[in-house]
Nanobody, 114 residues
């Protein structure tokens, strides 16, 4: 049962920006670790950014200094701002929360192409 709902994907030119959002029920958002993963065609799913309940962030080296993760605890929402996009950023972006169980959204497509 999908409880995390992503939005904001789309087609963007290299060098452009996008903002993704993920809204979740409080039961799988409050005091939970939230993250964004992505999966490119024929590649394994990889974590791109993670944020703890108090706002501590961490990023994959490939997106550090380009992507920004944030959370709004009043709105049960986690955001991902994607800047200076590259073609290799193309993929399906998934929202994720834990613990104790893994919770995944259905994904939103991001395509970076001229």
């Amino acid at each position: 049962q999908v409880q995390l709902v992503e939005s904001g994907g789309g087609l963007v030119q290299p060098g452009g920006s996008l903002s993704l959002s993920c809204i979740a029920p409080g039961s799988i958002f409050h005091n939970k670790i939230m993250a964004w993963y992505r999966q490119a065609p024929e590649k394994a799913r990889e974590r791109v950014a993670i944020i703890g309940p108090s706002g501590t962030e961490s990023y994959a080296p490939s997106v550090k200094d380009r992507f920004v993760i944030s959370r709004d605890n009043a709105e049960n929402t986690v955001h991902l701002r994607l800047n200076t996009l590259k073609p290799e950023d193309t993929g399906v972006y998934y929202c994720y929360s834990f613990p104790p169980q893994d919770n995944w959204g259905q994904g939103t497509q991001v395509t970076v192409s001229s």
